[in-house]
């Protein structure tokens, strides 16, 4: 199994609705990482764990809040949003790399991603 | 971490051969150069990643000065599937390090 899968592709929430965004990866990657993508414009991290552990947050509002039950799961739980939180999220996994290893240097695999619509 | 600059857009025809010029003043010793690609409504697809000189894989092929300023994308003989936005990502690529995204290149193939 060669990907990184999402669920559900699709999800529309209200402003007090409570939702979950999942992730999965069979490829034994040890770095997992939330990315939001608003319409036409790049992909901006949001979190990485590293071996079940948060080692990056990049200063997102605690109405996101992530969780890795384990090395193949990670979870975006969504509480409270904001219409401006619309936008697409992705999901991605990288393995331990080496530089100059027989792997691209921490290659990350995303996902297809999760449309989501906040009204 | 290293800003990148690359052009906004490009058009191009099936079967020319397209170079996607990145701009990276500030690249520091430890960074890598790497290049993805994403369709829309999907997740970004590593393309290629070098540190110098050049790297050529089944897809691209990456040209890097000796200064590492800059770099070059290089696809050989695009086709329609090809249109895609080209990301330069320039990063210290430590393991679980972050990525950080530049606007990126739309790139347009016409038949």
């Known amino acids: 199994d060669t990907e990184v899968t999402q669920t559900p592709k699709h999800l529309v929430m209200g402003m007090t609705n409570k939702k979950s965004l999942k992730c999965e990866q069979h490829?034994?990657?040890?770095?997992m990482y939330w990315y939001k993508q608003k319409a036409k414009k790049p992909p901006e991290l949001m979190f990485v764990y590293s071996y079940e552990k948060l080692s990056i947050n990049e200063s997102v509002p605690s109405r996101f809040s992530p969780e890795c039950p384990n090395s193949s799961l990670l979870n975006l739980h969504l509480h409270a949003l904001q219409p401006e939180d619309s936008a697409l999220y992705l999901c991605a996994s990288s393995p331990k790399g080496l530089a100059g290893g027989p792997i691209n240097y921490n290659e990350q695999f995303f996902g297809p991603g999760t449309r989501l619509t906040v009204l | 971490l290293a800003k990148t600059t690359q052009p906004i857009s490009m058009d191009s025809y099936e079967g020319q051969e397209v170079n996607i010029t990145c701009s990276h003043n500030?690249?520091?010793?430890?960074?890598?150069i790497t290049w993805y690609q994403q369709f829309p409504s999907q997740g970004p697809r590593f393309i290629i990643q070098g540190y110098k000189t050049k790297v050529t894989n089944e897809v691209a092929s990456l040209f890097i000065p000796a200064d590492r300023k800059s770099s070059t994308l290089s696809l050989p003989r695009v086709s329609l599937s090809d249109t895609a936005v080209y990301y330069c990502l320039v990063g210290d690529v430590e393991y679980g390090n972050k990525l950080v995204f530049g606007a990126g290149t739309i790139l347009r193939v016409k038949s």
């Open positions: 490829m034994g990657h040890r770095a």
């Open positions: 500030n690249i520091a010793t430890n960074d890598y």
